[in-house]
């Protein structure tokens, strides 16, 4: 239990000097602490609101608010302090009559540009209708600027800490909730501002060299984030895997609330990916919108395959048939079983629809495929045309009671131009007639739209050659044409990009995509090819999963190739029905190199998730042909020692560094114990005297209980040894004529005062042994 003393000097009378110095210390500190807390957050502010505020507007909104403050806190003591904050808070509430018309324009631009981005972020309206159409916030700025200032105006009159702390905190807290960057150089404002908050309510107690730990310790903390962060972390967390691995395992803990996620992926074979992907998330269901995908770089499957292929393998997750209100839903399994009993097909013969066409290829030519998954898969993720002993198909192409972590088929890769390769006549007449009856379900099923499309859209197709002339029952190379024209279409009116607004709900994503915005990401070609698709009479829909790359397969000994497929790789395509070979793969999204000269700003943002030989994902092919590289080169004894050294290199400097800060603040605590942040030269001798005493009683082990100051010293005066009682009764009476005012305290009686300290503290060490010799170092 930590022992308190009754023992407290008070310094009751001083000099007309020192009150002035002490108000005038407040005061500075004061205006200090508002400039720096308001300029926090308006910047926040602007970083949020992009206002458009020039640097001299800046300071003059952060400026003003921070000066009343100042004024309001300086008059805290006077009686009629109440009327001066209220007076204050009048002219605010006046100034926002007389601008009320601009004030609410901007409120509802602000609320327009807020609900951006929450939308972009969580997918939610919290705002619909407005429009962010006022740049210049500036009235909407200096009210809540200055509503802020009188919130931590009450914080600092109340004494409560933690509520001022909150303030500080709740502008860096909005713009990380509304997924806004902020810089690290901005959190050097508030920081200030709490380190203020001390010489701000008791100035006193604070010196002038108290004043260099504000802008010091914001310079130590911007050499931490800008240099020593960036410098040093790279090293320390790729010098060894175990170590990236651990503190990746815990952050994914602490992000998704406990669930363990695999690390990132590293060159070895055995990779710890999670099988997520943003828009496969449910099997029920998947939302349209505008808000990009969110990639971790971490490897979500492996595909093994025993031959070449020199097509993109489009392994099938999620399939949409039903298209509303920006939202795909899955099939019915049971759909397509009751059709086909209504026909006199049996459930086991309508279940090998699905393969169906892998029998009309060659056996030579059929490949064997395997594929590994982290996490039990939600789908079979086995590309079309396959065949698998423990995976049974379905037209949801959901996984049912599975959790297996590897499935494996044989396989097909087929496109459109590959159509000549399937025999129907391999097929027996009971496949023939299985073929027909589910091409007739998928022509009843998957050319239908439930939404107008927009009149332009109709009007420009009626102008095409290929829909203007199109059968009502499409033959194979009719389905070929009228994908090259859609892929034309589509492309010519959009470009593939990930920065989009927001979508209105009331207008249809054909015209957002095609008309208004004219740029989009995957889902969004998908969709709306597949609506084009329909459109034209063919059985198409939607579909997303994980596109591979032939590059990707790298020679493997046993497997023939293999691939590590990364969650960057999730991607969305349509899939269309052809009288040949059933569903087929057709790539709608623009190459993100073509799409580059209309959208500046996909240059360096989108990732490489569009399949197809013109865009031949470098980065994964390098990404591979490194890791190739160095499975073929053992790393020597040389390498090894090598990384050895590196890694305790490493450990040095951090070591070293540790060592460095915590020597630097034991040398801050001691100095504050010899008492030279103190504000006046007799705190100072006050808080050393304090400190000689607590010394003597760790030394001697005094335990005093006493009511009145006196009473305890008499008492530590009896205890202490003979030597030290003359001592301790000259130094008490020193101490006792500054506390009361009667004289002032030299610097020379201070500095024999210290140098008393030191020597005693120096007796104290030097009688301790072993541990506890080095606990007494501690301050």
């Not at 989009?520 to 969709?527: E, P, S, V």
């Not at 040389?638 to 040095?652: E, M, R, V, W, Y």
Request: proline share 6%; with cysteine.
């Amino acid at each position: 239990m930590k022992k308190t003393h009754n023992f407290q000097f008070a310094v009751q009378r001083e000099g007309s000097g020192h009150n002035t110095s002490a108000t005038r210390m407040g005061t500075f500190c004061s205006f200090l602490l508002f400039l720096f807390a308001c300029g926090s957050y308006l910047l926040n502010f602007s970083l949020i609101f992009h206002p458009g505020f020039s640097i001299i507007s800046t300071i003059g909104l952060c400026g003003i608010p921070a000066v009343f403050g100042t004024f309001l806190f300086a008059l805290r003591q006077k009686k009629r302090f109440s009327y001066f904050f209220f007076g204050a808070l009048g002219i605010l509430l006046l100034v926002l009559y007389l601008f009320r018309e601009d004030f609410f324009r901007q409120f509802f631009s602000a609320a327009a540009a807020l609900e951006k981005l929450v939308n972009t972020a969580y997918s939610l309206s919290i705002f619909p209708g407005y429009t962010d159409r006022v740049k210049d916030k500036w009235i909407l700025c200096f009210f809540l600027t200055s509503l802020y200032m009188l919130l931590v105006l009450l914080s600092m009159l109340w004494k409560k800490r933690l509520l001022f702390v909150l303030l500080l905190g709740f502008p860096g807290l909005v713009s990380y909730l509304l997924e806004v960057s902020v810089p690290a150089t901005l959190f050097v404002l508030p920081l200030g501002a709490f380190i203020l908050w001390r010489g701000a309510l008791w100035p006193q107690s604070v010196s002038r060299l108290w004043l260099l730990a504000v802008p010091f310790q914001g310079i130590l903390f911007l050499t931490a984030a800008c240099i020593f962060t960036p410098l040093f972390s790279p090293w320390i967390f790729q010098a060894s895997e175990s170590l990236s691995a651990c503190i990746n395992t815990a952050g994914n803990r602490l992000l998704s609330g406990g669930e363990t996620n695999p690390a990132p992926s590293t060159d070895r074979e055995e990779t710890d990916g999670p099988g997520a992907f943003s828009y496969e998330a449910q099997t029920d269901s998947q939302q349209i919108t505008n808000s990009p995908p969110s990639y971790t770089s971490q490897i979500v499957l492996s595909v093994s395959i025993d031959g070449e292929v020199s097509q993109p393998l489009y392994l099938r997750g999620f399939i949409g048939a039903d298209y509303e209100d920006y939202q795909w839903t899955p099939p019915l399994d049971e759909e397509w079983y009751s059709y086909a009993g209504d026909r006199g097909i049996s459930r086991q013969l309508a279940d090998g629809v699905f393969s169906l066409p892998l029998f009309g290829i060659p056996e030579e030519d059929r490949l064997s495929i395997s594929i590994g998954f982290s996490h039990a898969p939600d789908f079979t993720y086995l590309p079309l045309v396959s065949v698998s002993s423990n995976v049974t198909f379905s037209e949801s192409n959901v996984l049912q009671d599975q959790t297996s972590l590897k499935l494996s088929g044989r396989c097909f890769p087929l496109t459109l131009d590959r159509l000549s390769e399937i025999s129907p006549g391999n097929f027996y007449q009971g496949n023939l007639d299985l073929a027909k009856a589910y091409e007739a379900f998928c022509r009843e099923r998957y050319t239908f739209w439930d939404e107008d499309p927009p009149e332009a859209l109709a009007e420009e197709l009626r102008q095409l050659p290929v829909y203007a002339s199109i059968s009502e029952v499409p033959s194979d190379e009719e389905i070929q044409k009228a994908a090259e024209e859609i892929q034309n279409f589509l492309w010519e009116h959009a470009s593939y990009s990930l920065s989009l607004e927001p979508f209105s709900q009331n207008i249809p994503l054909s015209q957002e995509l095609l008309y208004e915005q004219k740029r989009g990401f995957c889902i969004h070609f998908a969709t709306v090819g597949t609506q084009l698709f329909r459109m034209y009479g063919i059985p198409a829909r939607y579909v997303t999963g994980y596109s591979v790359l032939p590059d990707m397969l790298r020679i493997d000994p046993q497997m023939g190739y293999t691939a590590q497929v990364p969650d960057s790789r999730a991607h969305a395509w349509v899939e269309v029905y052809t009288q040949s070979a059933g569903w087929i793969p057709v790539e709608v999204t623009p190459s993100s190199r073509q799409s580059a000269p209309q959208t500046e700003e996909t240059n360096e943002t989108v990732p490489r998730d569009i399949p197809g030989e013109e865009t031949p994902a470098e980065d994964t092919s390098r990404e591979n042909g490194a890791t190739a590289g160095k499975e073929e080169k053992a790393p020597g004894i040389l390498d090894t020692l090598i990384q050895i050294g590196k890694s305790l290199f490493i450990a040095i400097i951090v070591l070293g560094a540790l060592v460095l800060l915590l020597l630097f603040v034991h040398r801050l605590l001691f100095l504050f114990r010899l008492g030279y942040f103190a504000g006046s030269p007799t705190q100072a001798y006050l808080t050393v005297f304090k400190n000689l005493i607590r010394l003597w009683e760790l030394e001697f082990s005094i335990e005093i209980t006493a009511a009145t100051d006196r009473e305890y010293f008499r008492l530590l005066s009896e205890k202490l040894p003979d030597p030290l009682k003359e001592e301790f009764t000259a130094l008490y009476t020193e101490a006792e004529i500054s506390a009361y005012g009667q004289k002032k305290t030299s610097p020379a009686q201070l500095g024999n005062l210290r140098r008393y300290y030191l020597r005693q503290r120096k007796t104290f060490i030097a009688r301790k042994k072993g541990l506890k010799k080095i606990l007494s170092l501690l301050p």
